[in-house]
């Protein structure tokens, strides 16, 4: 079982990621973190999500993440960083891949 690892930046409000677009097979792990240690971040699934929990969320220097559980698919989520000051936030997808 392989880990996804993601890393989240946060460049004058535009966050952007290490992997743009997540591809990901059933019972991979998946991992976020942020590229600035200080800055807490959550990421949201909501009621379908593809992990066990829908809402994973960090504290500064945190990473967090879980085991893809949900069927094949696109899967909007969105992520929210707190630089101290403001909170910044996207909605990138996470593809689950149909297996071979």
């Not at 699934?45 to 960090?58: D, E, I, Q, V």
């Not at 879980?66 to 593809?95: R, S």
């Amino acid at each position: 079982m392989p880990t996804k690892t993601v890393t989240i930046y946060l460049n004058n409000g535009d966050i952007g990621y290490s992997d743009e677009r997540i591809k990901v097979d059933q019972d991979d792990e998946v991992e976020w973190g942020c590229d600035n240690p200080e800055h807490h971040f959550s990421v949201h699934f909501g009621y379908n999500s593809p992990l066990p929990k829908g809402r994973y969320r960090t504290r500064p220097k945190g990473r967090t993440g879980g085991k893809v559980v949900g069927k094949p698919g696109i899967y909007k989520y969105f992520v929210a960083v707190f630089d101290g000051e403001n909170i910044w936030t996207d909605d990138p997808d996470l593809i689950v891949r149909r297996g071979g």
